[in-house]
């Protein structure tokens, strides 16, 4: 297949900011991801009953992304008061993250869980991610890179 896509790096900053009497504090990181081809955006609507927001496997599909081309994720909850459970779902164990009202959940390295615990989520073990609300349906901001 030609295609006249050329690969871009992807730029991820935090920032910190805060003034405590009178002084400016915080701080802004940066981190640069290479060799970016695809990207989705999207927001959800979940429900209370729970959502699926995507799956991971070795081929793309409708809401299914390549489980080893993914380098970037992050889930953001755009609702002002109410949390929502993500589940990261897995062959072996399941991890669940609460993301309070305006928060997000950022995975990025491809791993949640210390680096020597063999449990340890992975970009290579996550089969699919769902979200329940908490009291009332919230919107979710989706955001995936992958190469």
Do not use: Q
Not at 114 to 126: H, L, M
């Amino acid at each position: 297949m030609a295609t006249t896509l050329s690969n871009a790096k992807l730029t991820v900053r935090v920032i910190e900011e805060i003034t405590l009497n009178g002084t400016k504090r915080g701080s802004t990181n940066k981190r640069e991801i290479g060799s970016i081809n695809e990207v989705s955006e999207r927001i959800i609507t979940t429900l209370t009953t729970g959502t699926d927001l995507l799956s991971l496997g070795a081929a793309a599909g409708a809401g299914t992304f390549i489980r080893s081309s993914l380098k970037y994720l992050r889930i953001t909850n755009l609702d002002d008061s109410n949390f929502v459970r993500l589940a990261l779902i897995t062959d072996g164990t399941d991890v669940h993250v609460k993301v309070p009202a305006g928060d997000s959940f950022i995975l990025s390295s491809g791993e949640a869980g210390a680096a020597e615990d063999s449990d340890a989520v992975t970009f290579d073990n996550i089969t699919s991610i769902k979200a329940w609300a908490d009291t009332a349906s919230v919107d979710l901001e989706i955001f995936i890179a992958s190469t």
